[in-house]
């Protein structure tokens, strides 16, 4: 594993919201320090996570090198079971079982739980009006790992992990979460924040990125 990238996106206690997006850890970290920088950061702030075929694919593969590496996840697996204040909770809603929130595969949910029904996220997320994949796919990954050329992932991975995020908007539409002046001002916080790290000096991807948003998005 070479890169875990994600979208965070938080309300401060004064009510001001936050978004970043970025890769876990520097080129140069092990996958040991990928994986436990991810695990850590659920063990401090209980995040929801949200996620396209995380069910599937990433998150059983963070299982299988958390293994390998010794990490532990303690929050990660908490199903009710331990001696937290909180534990109890979690039997009603943890990271583990696939009907629970606290973390949404939304590719799952969308299909009803049908792997027959399944969509793709690059097609779903431009026939939303987004994006969608750019420069690469997953099938290139491994190739482009071969090659040496781990900026390349972190960047499609951090374009990937964006289109989840906008997808995940477009759902809190469709579900009542978000009012549609609500939805619009959200869209609009995403973009101005990627318009900013545009003009940063490795930019370049969100430069290419913005332009693949449509009127209607």
Known sequence: MCAISCVIR?????????IKVGTLGTVQDDEKVLIQT???????YTPQL???????????????RALAN???????????????NDSREFKWNNYISRYHMRHLDLMDLLAKFNGRANAPLDGLAKLCGFPGKMGMD????????????LED???????????????????QLLRGGFSLAEYEEEIAFVKTYLEGLSKEPNGAQWQEYLLGFSQDA
């Open 10 to 18: 938080r309300t401060t206690k004064e009510g001001t919201p936050q």
């Open 50 to 64: 949200v996620s396209w075929n995380g069910s599937g694919f990433d998150l059983p593969v963070l299982h299988y």
């Open 70 to 84: 010794h990490i532990q996840a303690p929050r990660y697996w908490e199903m009710g079971e331990s001696q937290e």
């Open 138 to 149: 997953g099938s290139q990954v491994w190739p482009a790992y071969l090659d040496g050329k």
């Open 38 to 44: 991810f695990f850590e950061l659920i063990e401090k």
């Open 153 to 171: 992932i972190r960047r499609y991975c951090e374009t990937d992990v964006v289109n989840t995020y906008l997808m995940y908007c477009r759902f």
